[in-house]
């Protein structure tokens, strides 16, 4: 069993920058993939970011292309998601998740086996 707890969400103005990270417990997750979804209010949970066991590969949605990086700390089992140039549509609960294989064979949130509670972003215009 995957436990897993992201943070560092927050408010922030247009333009800004957070970190949101995710830590895993419960069971090493190196070898796993990993993704970070969100969800705005009213709609439905979207993929935002995804990255291989062993970091090699990382996987974007066009949205956040350029401004998101995705990265982990297989060492620190942790998985981070820097979001630069935020934009009030990047306002959402994000979800870190974890996959039971090392590359992804789908970014649908369907593929994902285990998930974070969440962390609310909030962007202001």
């Known amino acids: 069993q995957v436990q897993l707890a992201d943070s560092g969400g927050g408010l922030v103005q247009a333009g800004g920058s957070l970190r949101l990270s995710c830590a895993a417990s419960g069971r090493t997750v190196s070898a796993y993939a990993m993704g970070w979804f969100r969800q705005a209010y009213g709609k439905e949970r979207e993929f935002v970011a995804a990255?291989?066991?062993?970091?090699?590969?990382?996987y974007y949605a066009d949205s956040v292309k350029g401004r998101f990086t995705i990265s982990r700390d297989n060492a620190e089992n942790t998985v981070y998601l820097q979001m630069n140039s935020l934009k009030p549509e990047d306002t959402a609960v994000y979800y870190c998740?974890?996959?039971?294989?090392?590359?992804?064979?789908?970014?649908?949130?369907?593929?994902?086996?285990?998930w974070g509670q969440g962390t609310q972003v909030t962007v202001s215009s």
């Open positions: 990255i291989s066991g062993s970091g090699r590969f990382t």
């Open positions: 998740a974890a996959q039971a294989q090392s590359v992804p064979s789908s970014l649908a949130p369907s593929a994902y086996n285990w």
